[in-house]
T-cell receptor, first 109, second 114 residues
Framework: RKEVEQDPGPFNVPEGATVAFNCTYS??????FFWYRQDCRKEPKLLMS???SGNEDGRFTAQLNRASQYISLLIRDSKLSDSATYLC??????????FGTGTQLKVEL | NAGVTQTPKFQVLKTGQSMTLQCAQD?????MYWYRQDPGMGLRLIYY???????DKGEVPNGYNVSRLNKREFSLRLESAAPSQTSVYFC?????????????FGNGTRLTVT
């Protein structure tokens, strides 16, 4: 089992749709969780941290489910510009962050 | 505000050649990292430096060496390049706060070893 696991997709959705991704992690003691966005052939950029109580940033909502060991990212009212790969990042072991392989999102007209 | 700057952007090497990837950050961050990204795999940590003067191995350190020249600069050296080192390399830095601090990435270096 991978330490941080994501569905690679692609998720093809029409503009305006709501889409959600999950990411499972292996270590129940993990404390830090992030979602990064990576555009094709570019560097990853922080989208948002994920807090225990869940958090929202505009159209984006992140949640943590410790019991089932997964985090989620919900995107409302999808825009064409949301097309990218979304990376789940967790501190699986000590002070190092482990990256998932990413979920590809394609928003279409 | 430049953030994290990596050079070169692209490089082609022959097997056995050596090269150094340069990375500099202007955010006064203590921690710096080198990752590689390969298709179908997440970013994997090669080496990191928690502070000036210290370096530690990550998940895939074999075939690489690093130098934390000062607080700003962290270089990655391939002494004898192999085709398995064909990859995209990213340098990153983070503020104090350990794993609670997000990573700031450079633009990446696309390396091909033939």
């Amino acid at each position: 089992r991978k330490e941080v696991e994501q569905d690679p997709g692609p998720f093809n959705v029409p503009e305006g749709a709501t889409v959600a991704f999950n990411c499972t992690y292996s270590n129940s003691a993990s404390q830090s969780f992030f979602w990064y966005r990576q555009d094709c052939r570019k560097e990853p950029k922080l989208l948002m941290s994920v807090y225990s109580s869940g958090n929202e940033d505009g159209r984006f909502t992140a949640q943590l489910n410790r019991a089932s060991q997964y985090i989620s990212l919900l995107i409302r009212d999808s825009k064409l510009s949301d097309s990218a790969t979304y990376l789940c990042v967790v501190n699986i072991r000590g002070n190092k962050l482990t990256f998932g392989t990413g979920t590809q999102l394609k928003v279409e007209l | 505000n430049a953030g994290v700057t990596q050079t070169p952007k692209f490089q082609v090497l022959k097997t056995g050649q050596s090269m150094t990837l340069q990375c500099a950050q202007d955010m006064n961050h203590n921690s710096m990292y080198w990752y590689r990204q390969d298709p179908g795999m997440g970013l994997r940590l090669i080496y990191y430096s928690a502070s000036e003067g210290t370096t530690d191995k990550g998940e895939v350190p074999n075939g690489y060496n690093v130098s934390r020249l000062n607080k700003r600069e962290f270089s990655l050296r391939l002494e004898s390049a192999a085709p398995s080192q064909t990859s995209v390399y990213f340098c990153a830095s983070s503020a104090p706060g350990g794993v609670n601090s997000p990573l700031h990435f450079g633009n990446g270096t696309r390396l091909t070893v033939t």
